[in-house]
């Protein structure tokens, strides 16, 4: 494709990458990136990680400032898509012509509010808090230094990352989860093994379906399905997320409500989508897969395949996961969840050290470390051929 503008909404990870990635393959045109948060792009994983543990500092979120010398329009939504004329729209009126688009819009946090109250003063009066942006995680963790207690709603990596969090701060912390914590996204061995730690810790887990919020005054409160109600000072959900497709309704370019895109990150030859917004083929079908390194590797993929067509290579998945809670450090490299124990297991120099390995029925492999110190290109290397590798010198600690 024979471009001169490109223009890529969203300034996250996906955008970052798919901005280096375009003058990385020789695009040496005019590059505009419009930007719904005012910050130049950060470190979203660390929020819930290193920033919630860490001192005063604020800035284990930070990466390097860009270089791709793009026009940065930041603290500017796209409000809508003109697909046949080539124009986006901006929610001052304004609009932006391009030759080439990159949707990078990524997603946002859903709220047992419902998407409705999303960021509004209702929403946030009623005492529902979330973490997704760098204004979140500020603002939580300010109020978790006074001691308050949480409830955390969302058994997944995030709910757990914060509750994690929320103790270390000497919080009182209650977990409201579906089912054990964790079980879907990594299976019963690894979760098993997370909640252990997690109430070692002095997490309290309550398994309490469709729990939905209560307002009371200014104090947030939990209804279980059996009728329960909890009450804390401080509530934070982590239900999941929701990409940001809004501005394209009505631009042809949605299916099923889904935007899609080809194993080049294509919705069409002069558009490319990527990160949490887009649902992709991989090897287990297509799926929106909201991890930050899949967020990178599917922008690289589309800002070659924006400006090569079908001569880009195809996107080769695999999935990387790392998380980090109750004093154990998790990475692990192939699909997930897992099913039963491992076929591999390698113990690491401390008691919460080893090192897993998963054969699936499709001949592919899943390897996880836990406080074990690996390269990751070797965890990839154990997961493809279950190639055993050496053994680590050092447990690593969360």
């Known amino acids: 494709m024979t471009a001169r503008r490109i223009v890529v909404v969203g300034n996250g990870i996906a955008g970052l990458t798919a901005c280096d990635s375009l003058r990385a393959a020789g695009f040496d045109g005019q590059l505009t990136v419009v930007g719904a948060e005012r910050h130049s792009p950060y470190s979203r994983p660390a929020l819930s ?11 284990a979120h930070e990466l390097p400032a860009p270089t791709h010398g793009a026009d940065e329009l930041l603290g500017i939504s796209a409000t809508g898509l003109d697909a046949g004329a080539r124009r986006v729209t901006l929610d001052g009126g304004e609009s932006l012509p391009y030759d080439g688009l990159v949707i990078a819009s990524g997603s946002r946090a859903r709220r047992l509010a419902g998407s409705a109250d999303h960021g509004s003063a209702e929403a946030r009066d009623g005492g ?54 964790l079980v879907r996204q990594l299976g019963s061995y690894l979760s098993g093994i997370f909640t252990a730690a997690a109430r070692a810790n002095g997490l309290r887990i309550v398994n309490g379906s469709k729990a939905r919020l209560i307002r009371s005054g200014t104090t947030p409160q939990v209804a279980l399905a059996d009728g329960t109600v909890l009450e804390a000072d401080l509530l934070v959900s982590a239900v999941g997320d929701e990409p940001n ?9 949605l299916t099923n409500g889904a935007l899609r895109v080809d194993s080049r990150g294509r919705v069409r ?94 001949g592919s492999g899943t390897a996880a470390a836990i406080n074990y110190r690996i390269p990751i290109p070797r965890l990839r290397r154990l997961a493809n051929t279950g190639q055993q590798v050496a053994r680590a010198a050092e447990p690593v600690t969360a």
Do not use: N
């Open 128 to 181: 529902e808090l979330t973490l997704r942006t760098l204004e979140d995680a500020v603002r939580l963790k300010a109020l978790v230094a006074g001691r308050a207690s949480v409830i955390v709603v969302g058994g997944g990596p995030l709910g757990m990352e914060v509750a994690s969090g929320c103790l270390h701060s000497g919080c009182d912390v209650t977990l409201v989860t579906d089912g054990e914590p």
């Open 269 to 362: 030859p002069d558009i490319v989508a990527a990160g949490d917004v887009a649902f992709f083929p991989t090897q287990r079908g297509l799926g929106r897969v909201p991890l930050w390194t899949s967020a990178i590797d599917q922008a690289k993929a589309a800002a070659v395949g924006l400006l090569l067509g079908d001569e880009a290579p195809p996107l080769e998945f695999q999935p990387y996961f790392w998380t980090e809670a109750f004093g154990l450090s998790l990475k692990a490299v192939g699909f997930t969840p897992v099913e039963g124990a491992p076929h591999l297991r390698e113990q690491g120099t401390g008691t919460d050290s080893s090192l897993l390995r998963w054969e699936h029925a499709d």
């Open 49 to 59: 990680k290193a920033l919630l543990h860490g001192g005063d500092g604020l800035t």
């Open 245 to 253: 497709i809004e501005w394209l309704a009505g631009s042809g370019l």
